[in-house]
């Protein structure tokens, strides 16, 4: 029988069954059976795992994440007799790549039945990439609240020098001790909350492209995201104190996102064109040697650009004329350089999704453009009632001290690369984003202009 799900903690979305959803109608579950968010859980380890059937984990982190839980979570499973395997990475820059998984495989332990990765990014990713290869569970013991990728069924990985998103398994159980998480670099608790905060963005998005190219949207999927934010930015404000009910509702915020796109199926209750900054960001700095920064700093910059560009395009009235010859006098040649530009070595790539996805042929363009023109005021209601007001959006960031500027970032972004940003955007995928619809309108280039011009972005 339908049942309303979205009033549910995130602890007991957890059922094996699933919903059947009464919103859309489908069958929403995710792989992920235990969830111990609160401050000592680390004891709630053999606990866990007793209930998974497990009975000697594979430990692993890096030098860092020994010491914030990974020896605490060896002195406890010998307290509770509990074998386990032990490999400590000990290199300086850790890299989700192959010599990474390599090594893990190579110091793995056929006789473990289940991986425990300590960490967060990187030793999550590795974790489910193994745990994906070897058949079996993984149990994340996590220390930081930067992302949420902690409940998700991917990892982001670089193979072959390019970043891809490889599809495994969720995680069967995540422990995230708050006394753990709350010692974390003040940076990466940051991070945490910005990509919490561009779900904003996600769900507006969502319910754009639902309208626009008629993409599946879940009103039930949307509300649990929404209930969400709206739990942390009351806290946001204590973040800077390491407070714990701040860092839970960080943690909380970031798995319900993980699971709101198992839910979904897609990643797009949990991404939309703020994340397209921050992806484009990475590929840049990939090229060029640098270190990017932490994912949810990106998007958190991200998310800001975006809100402004929101708050513009909100100002506009669409012209459909103007938006026809914009895309009539659309310069193939012209479209190709900018991408080998802003792409570089994985240009030929996004050259192929275009050949496949045609969102440059006119006739789908005037498609999309009839729904904009005619249904405009619904568009303006969707951003209307997904986006909050950008004032308070902004003192909210401020009172959390985050970084809200391209400049604010740890590697030199210049003004280029942000409108790089935008503008590659809509070509990494086929994702109908803020950048796809100012595109359709032929407001593009005006948005760069007057929103990403970045001398008086103060
Ligand atoms: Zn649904
Ligand atoms: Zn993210």
């Not at 430990?59 to 002195?75: H, I, L, Q, S």
């Not at 149990?139 to 990728?149: E, F, L, N, R, W």
């Not at 570089?344 to 192929?352: D, V």
Request: glycine letters at 8%.
């Amino acid at each position: 029988m339908a049942e309303d799900y979205t009033n549910l903690p995130v602890s007991e979305l957890l059922r094996p069954e699933g919903f059947q959803c009464p919103y859309c109608g489908r069958v929403h579950k995710t792989g992920l059976r235990h969830l111990r968010v609160r401050q000592g859980a680390l004891n709630d380890i053999p606990e866990v795992l007793g209930k998974l059937g497990a009975k000697r984990p594979f430990v692993f982190c890096d030098a860092n994440t020994w010491e914030a839980a990974g020896r605490r979570v060896t002195e406890i499973l010998s307290a509770a007799g509990i074998g386990y395997a032990l490999h400590i990475f000990h290199e300086e820059d850790l890299e989700p790549d192959e010599r990474a998984a390599g090594s893990l495989a190579m110091h793995w332990d056929n006789t473990c039945d289940i991986l425990m990765p300590v960490g967060s990014g990187v030793l999550n990713d590795l974790g489910k990439v193994l745990g994906h290869v070897a058949n079996l569970p993984t149990m994340i013991i996590g220390t930081a609240p930067s992302m949420d990728g902690y409940a998700s069924n991917s990892s982001s990985m670089l193979v072959d020098g390019i970043k891809v998103t490889l599809y495994n398994k969720c995680p069967a159980a995540i422990i995230a001790d708050i006394d753990v998480m709350r010692q974390a670099p003040m940076r990466m608790i940051k991070s945490g909350l910005g990509d919490v905060i561009a779900k904003y963005i996600s769900i507006c998005e969502w319910r754009i492209s639902h309208l626009v190219t008629g993409e599946a949207y879940c009103e039930g999927i949307a509300t649990l995201v929404r209930h969400s934010l709206k739990k942390l930015t009351a806290a946001a404000d204590r973040l800077t104190e390491r407070d714990p009910e701040t860092v839970a509702s960080i943690v909380e915020g970031l798995v319900l996102a993980g699971m709101a796109m198992a839910f979904a199926e897609t990643s797009r209750p949990a991404s939309g064109l703020e994340h397209y900054f921050s992806h484009i960001w990475d590929m840049m700095c990939l090229e060029r040697g640098q270190t990017a920064d932490l994912h949810g700093i990106q998007v958190g910059v991200g998310t800001v650009l975006t809100m402004r560009l929101y708050q513009w395009l909100r100002t506009v009235t669409p012209d459909r004329e103007k938006a026809l010859a914009s895309v009539a006098s659309f310069d193939r040649a012209r479209w190709e350089e900018d991408v080998r530009r802003i792409f570089g070595k994985i240009a030929p790539n996004i050259l192929e999704i275009e050949d496949r996805v045609r969102k440059n042929d006119p006739e789908k363009h005037k498609k999309r453009l009839e729904v904009l023109c005619d249904r405009w005021d619904e568009v303006l209601k969707i951003i209307g009632e997904e986006l909050p007001d950008i004032g308070w959006f902004e003192n909210m960031m401020r009172s959390a001290g985050m970084p809200m500027l391209p400049q604010d970032l740890s590697f030199p972004a210049t003004a280029q690369d942000v409108q790089d940003a935008l503008r590659g955007s809509r070509e990494i995928r086929d994702k109908y984003l803020g950048s796809s619809v100012l595109w359709d309108l032929g407001l593009l280039d005006e948005a760069v202009e007057r929103v990403l011009g970045c001398a008086e972005m103060e």
